[in-house]
């Protein structure tokens, strides 16, 4: 956590008495806007993790499927020349 001087990491450190309510509040707004910011950002990286998670999910799945679209259009092929073969024969 960055400080602005030796003198306000003391105070926030309980070092040094406060000198009146309004810097309590300052600080306690500081505490609290921290908290919140590191709150959200645990929350955002949850939620990025989760979406990388899911990328690599569907990058595996789409390996898949390209294998699986190959491999029918290879059959296909092989079965198309079995065909042109079989009327080339039966042409003779």
Known sequence: MAYQSWHSCLVQCDLVPLKNRKEQKKIST???ATQ???K???MINKTLHKAQEDLEDAQELNGHLVLS???KMT???KLK???QQLKSELGR
């Open 40 to 42: 959200t950002i645990k």
């Open 69 to 71: 679209e190959n491999n």
């Open 81 to 83: 020349a079995e065909i």
């Open 36 to 38: 919140w910011i590191q």
């Open 75 to 77: 059959e296909i092929d």
């Open 30 to 32: 500081t505490t609290t």
